[in-house]
């Protein structure tokens, strides 16, 4: 009772919360996003936060349809308003049920950058990079689609090589500790860890 409470509360102060319900391309449920992107050459950019690095990509490669998918109602509206232009869309949902969701073989480019480490342990189910997210890549993935990962934290890119190294479910696996999305639009983060000139950590899976 005390969560639903919480829960009412916070729709009745955030006003992106009746925003995101009244939007008609934001209102639809995941099932039908899938159905508008079936069959479709698709990039969906995961946390995509206020939807920068994926409205740049979709213009830089049009041949892509984009989603980006976004738990916070005020960063997937934005997004949405930055995508409508491209053809594209923006869904509100948790990473990990939309991950779930996904069909088998359906997604051509999976994009992760610079997700939050929750660096302390008893913060640990936040996480988004774990072992169900890298069966779930390799599920939804096509056949020759890729997955990028791009981040500040060290131990998101460890974790995820030496899961690979383990379970080698992907045919190809490319490392840097460095950039090897350099030549793409930057998020804002990425632009922020530039100019603190902090060390990035990249990786890219091939299916």
């Known amino acids: 009772m005390k969560h639903l409470y919480k829960t009412a509360k916070f729709e009745n102060l ?5 925003r995101v319900r009244e939007h008609p391309l934001m209102s639809v ?5 899938f159905e508008h992107y079936k069959n479709k050459k698709c990039v969906v950019d995961l946390g995509c936060g206020n939807g920068h690095f994926l409205s740049q ?18 960063r997937i509206f934005k997004t949405q308003k930055k995508l409508e232009a491209l053809g594209a869309r923006g869904l509100r949902s948790e990473i990990e049920d939309f991950v779930a969701m996904s069909p088998e073989n359906f997604w051509d480019e999976v994009w992760i950058q610079f ?5 302390k342990k008893r913060h640990e189910c936040h996480r988004m990079i774990r072992l169900s997210l890298y069966f779930h890549l390799n599920r939804i993935l096509k056949p020759g689609g890729r997955f990028c990962f791009l981040s500040d934290h ?16 992907f045919p190809m696996m490319q490392s840097l500790q460095g950039d090897l999305f350099h ?25």
């Not at 449920?29 to 996003?33: K, L, M, N, R, T």
């Open 14 to 18: 955030n006003p992106y919360v009746q």
């Open 29 to 33: 449920e995941a099932s039908g996003v």
């Open 57 to 74: 990509y979709l213009e830089k490669y049009p041949d892509f349809v984009g989603l980006g998918v976004e738990r916070r109602y005020k």
């Open 115 to 119: 997700p939050d480490p929750w660096p």
């Open 154 to 169: 060290a131990d998101y890119w460890n974790h995820l090589m030496e899961v690979q190294t383990s379970k080698g479910l």
């Open 183 to 207: 030549s793409e639009p930057p998020s804002l983060f990425k632009k922020l860890f530039l100019q603190k000139e902090l060390p990035l950590y990249s990786l890219i899976f091939k299916k």
